[in-house]
């Protein structure tokens, strides 16, 4: 790791302060959508320990990103990065009695009948994100199903 931070340009410590930047993003929301959709012993522990906005903390993560994250990695996060933020969104236009619902891996006939104008809509609103999160947007452009 030394080598890396011996070695590392300022385009590598910029790379990594943005890739610092997207990992409290990303911790931020699940923690976020996480505390909307899953019970407290679901949800990743240990998550809103880490000082993220901790100025010394921030800093003792820039030698890891910089020994260890390549274009791959980056490429990876930032899809899981969009897939979470879509998630986010989703939950902003569902009404809460249905945040729980879309971990369900078999909802009830009435679950999804009510709730499927409402994804539906959405999808047709956000066409990109209902993508990333594999939801079908309906024929109709005005959302009823």
Known sequence: MNDA?????????????EDLSLIMRYAELRQGVEEQVLPARQRLSGLEDIPFHDPIAQASMLPALLATASSE????????LAKL?????????LPEKFHRFLLQEQPSES?????????????NQ????????????????????
Not at 6 to 13: L, V, Y
Not at 73 to 80: I, L, N
Not at 126 to 145: M, R, V, Y
């Open 5 to 17: 931070i011996r070695s590392a340009t300022m385009e590598q410590f910029t790379t990594a302060h």
């Open 73 to 80: 990695w980056r490429q990876g996060f930032c899809s899981e």
């Open 85 to 93: 933020e879509a998630m986010n969104n989703l939950l902003s236009a």
């Open 111 to 123: 679950e999804r009948e009510e709730a499927a104008p409402i994804l539906s809509a959405w999808a």
């Open 126 to 145: 956000h066409p990109a994100e209902a993508k990333l999160l594999a939801i079908q947007a309906s024929e109709d452009p005005s959302g009823s199903a």
